[in-house]
């Protein structure tokens, strides 16, 4: 295994062939499914109360990717969206900013010209998200076009199929193309675990994700059921965990997709807590991918301040 | 940025209602003792005495074995199994609706953390009622013969370390086959097995079926040897199982006993190791390492001992320990004075004999009686850690080179309880059930218990079989 007494050195050999990559990916350590599913259904038995609940609802709410990836979007909706991002409770302007505002490529100006001087980052997905059946040429003009158009973030997707098959090598190449396409921006490596399906795959993309140049890792585009899941993302944070030890890098997770109440993100923050550690309890290294997530955190924020439910219309619908 | 430190989320108390004192719950109504002094019950998470109980003499052995054999004569003997299923469903039913008491109930007198209780014990407690309520009407199905009989009244003594769920393991199969029981449970956690007497009432159990004692190791002794007693079921130490086994030598009484274990829960190199290293916490500090089959040995195999250890150890690091009301605690108190008392010696012990000693930081709180998560590295088969009994959140870490070697070292105690193999080889875990002899032997996972499955030891672990099919046997002669 690599946690040990591999260090930087000896990881950037495994990236040297196919080969050694191949043996690599496939020597990495099994995932047992119902171990992992047991370990995350403890995890999400913790009782996150009080001043512990206050802590976690403004820290989740910090790490929202505020998202709208519809064929409907417009620039009308992505203005709203933005000024939801900035001020998410207008009842409450003690309410944290989120992390970041995700939009396709052609939206990303419009966003950022509403996020100017926020500190809002504006994220982008790309190469023919969410599919990514696309050829290498027109990924990386898809990532540069986002860029150029001020994407602080770019959210790319990997090929499955060539990981299905085996062809870890393409998909290594492709991550690493797009980083270097992204420049500056923080490059997001979607793997979309439910076409994965297995936690080994999850595990071993993680690896090969990190290996090629990811900022972050995440679950899922939002199309594919299941989106993100506990399990998943538990598996993920031991990648980013061990990847840590091997190397001394820190690498975010984003869980997107399917995260829809305080409760489940509380769950999430409990395990990111109990396995990658208090080092990740932070907008730059873990993210939620979320819409519907954002006003269900503003109103258990606003219970636990008032002692009151208010109703959802008293939140903003975008 | 600050740390996500969790507030204490206690679970309410209010929702159980001791009472300041308990009789004996004898033919269907609680009665004074008549021969006993009374002896208190506390919570071992604070000391604070939660109430007193009755101690049961000779006497009292007597009336309630009395009540067992009249009842079993006039009563639930002759009843069809269809309608003893009726009251065993009603039982699995009311446990359900009672859980959140139970549970908290449990906790406060065993100290085991809530989470457990909740997620554990009650779940298994009314699965099993369930499960042998199933079998009541289908006894000549469960292949102890065409006409299976009950034996008559069973003795039952069980152990503080799962107090309700080792009543469940001994009355379910004992009602569901016709018998009729006298239980005492342990002197430390008499509260739910008195619990468990109200909802017999609640249910209409016809007086006598079910009779709860309480006392120490005299009242079990009396029950034991009483001579009406036709069948003795005992789960705790080997010493009192051997003293038993002793008392009903030359008797016709049927004998189960399940005692102590000293488990191998033994690592490959191919193993998934973030599940193993789950697997090797809930081995052995599940229930505070209160659990007969705990994974007490740990056999790791050389090439993988650093980063199993290290990893190990890491979590170790996020085990909560303290308060068991508190619905975040992983491990809560060591159940009494007197257990901790030899927990201590034998860690003492295993320092002495020359392993290294390892806990990770945590703070104890200073009432009542508590142990941090440990380790012994270092240790081999000739060391008292790796060979008794602890019976407390102490593991013992011994290494292995080869299959073989990890077999002649799981085998080589006197014990054979259960067992853990960690592998992704299918068929390694096969050869490997194969050649370990202990009752139970868990592939990917450990302490893992269900109503439809046998448990019970080899050599000084004991033997007959609760749980399954096989547990019904134990119950029925043919």
């Known amino acids: ?318 | 940025m600050s740390r996500f430190e969790y507030a204490p989320a206690p679970e309410s108390r209010a929702i159980v209602d001791i009472k300041s004192s308990y009789g004996l719950f004898i033919n269907g109504a609680f009665t004074e003792a008549t021969d006993g002094k009374p002896f208190k019950t506390v919570s071992p998470a604070s000391e604070e005495v939660l109430a007193e109980v009755s101690e049961a003499g000779p006497a009292d052995v007597d009336r309630a074995v009395k009540a067992a054999r009249k009842a079993y004569d006039k009563v639930w003997g002759p009843m069809p199994g269809r309608d003893r299923a009726k009251y065993l469903y009603r039982i699995a039913r009311l446990i359900q609706e009672r859980s959140r008491e139970l549970a908290v109930l449990e906790s406060l007198d065993n100290g085991k953390p809530i989470r457990e209780s909740r997620d554990v014990d009650l779940p298994l407690v009314a699965a099993h009622f369930f499960y042998y309520a199933g079998w009541a009407d289908k006894l000549e199905y469960a292949g102890a013969g065409e006409n299976p009989q009950p034996l008559g009244v069973a003795a039952q003594v069980i152990p503080w370390n799962f107090p309700l769920m080792m009543l469940a393991w001994k009355i379910a199969p004992a009602l569901a086959a016709g018998n009729t029981v006298v239980l005492k449970p342990a002197e430390t956690t008499p509260l739910t097995a008195l619990a468990f007497a109200e909802i017999c009432q609640q249910a209409d159990l016809p007086p006598g079926v079910v009779n709860i004692i309480t006392g120490a190791g005299r009242t079990g002794q009396a029950l034991v040897e009483h001579e009406g007693v036709d069948k003795v079921a005992f789960t705790g130490s080997t010493a009192v199982g051997r003293a038993i086994a002793k008392s009903v030598a030359g008797t016709d009484k049927k004998v189960t006993l399940e005692l102590g274990g000293k488990a191998a829960n033994i690592v490959f190199e191919d193993a998934p190791i973030d599940q193993t290293v789950e697997g090797i916490v809930n081995g052995i500090f599940f229930n505070q390492g209160h659990v007969c089959c705990a994974g007490s040995r740990l056999l790791v195999q050389e090439s993988v001992y650093d980063e199993v250890l290290a990893r190990l150890k890491r979590r170790m690091g996020t085990l909560r320990v303290g308060d068991p009301l508190d619905k975040n605690t992983d491990i809560g108190a060591i159940n009494s004075a007197e257990q901790l008392a030899r927990i201590r010696e034998l860690s003492q012990v295993g320092e002495d004999e020359g392993s290294e000693r390892w806990s990770p930081e945590c703070e104890l709180p200073t009432q009542g009686f508590w142990f941090p998560p440990t380790v012994f590295t270092g240790v081999s088969q000739a060391h008292r850690i790796a060979r008794e009994e602890i019976f407390g959140p102490v593991l013992s870490v011994l290494t292995f080179r080869t299959p073989q070697e990890a077999v002649e070292k799981a085998n080589n105690t006197p014990f054979g309880l259960s067992a853990g193999v960690w592998t992704d080889k299918g068929s390694r875990i096969l050869w490997m059930a194969n050649q370990l002899r202990a009752g139970v032997v868990w592939a990917n996972t450990f302490n893992r218990f269900d109503p439809t499955s046998p448990f019970g030891g080899y050599k000084e672990s004991g033997y007959g079989r609760e749980g399954g099919r096989h547990g019904l046997e134990a119950y029925l002669a043919h």
């Not at chain 1, 207008?90 to 970041?100: I, K, L, N, S, W």
């Open chain 1, 1 to 318: 295994m690599t946690t040990t007494d591999t260090g930087v050195d000896s990881l950037a050999d495994v990236t040297s062939s196919e080969d050694r990559l191949r043996r690599f990916l496939l020597g990495l350590p099994g995932v047992d499914q119902v171990g992992a599913e047991a370990r995350a259904a403890t995890l999400g038995t913790r009782s996150i109360k009080t001043t512990a609940k206050a802590y976690a609802l403004d820290l989740a709410i910090q790490m929202i990717d505020l998202t709208t990836l519809e064929g409907q979007d417009t620039p009308g909706k992505v203005r709203a969206l933005c000024a939801k991002a900035k001020r998410p409770d207008p009842a409450d302007p003690t309410a944290p900013q989120v992390a970041a505002v995700c939009v396709y490529p052609d939206l990303v100006a419009t966003a950022k010209f509403e996020l100017k001087g926020t500190g809002i980052n504006v994220a982008s997905v790309a190469t023919a998200f969410p599919s990514g059946r696309s050829s290498l040429a027109i990924k990386i003009q898809d990532t540069k076009d986002a860029v150029a158009a001020g994407a602080d973030e770019v959210d790319m997707v990997i090929d499955r199929g060539a990981f299905l098959s085996g062809r870890y090598g393409l998909v290594f190449d492709e991550i690493a193309a797009i980083r270097e396409a992204a420049g500056d921006a923080h490059l997001k490596v979607i793997l979309e675990t439910g076409e994965l399906v297995t936690y080994d795959n999850v595990r071993r993309a993680s690896w090969l994700a990190m290996l090629a140049g990811a900022d972050f890792i995440k679950t899922s585009t939002g199309k594919v059921s299941p989106a993100a899941t506990l399990p998943v993302t538990l598996v993920m944070l031991e990648a980013v965990r061990d990847y840590h030890e091997a190397t001394g890098l820190h690498i975010g997770v984003k869980p997107a997709g399917g995260i829809r109440t305080a409760k489940d993100a509380i769950k999430y923050l409990v395990t990111v807590n109990e396995t990658a550690g208090p080092d990740w309890l932070d907008p730059e290294l873990f993210r939620f991918g979320a819409s519907s997530l954002l006003n269900d955190l503003l109103m258990q924020r606003t219970k636990l301040a008032t002692g009151n439910y208010p109703g959802p219309d008293y939140f903003t619908l975008d």
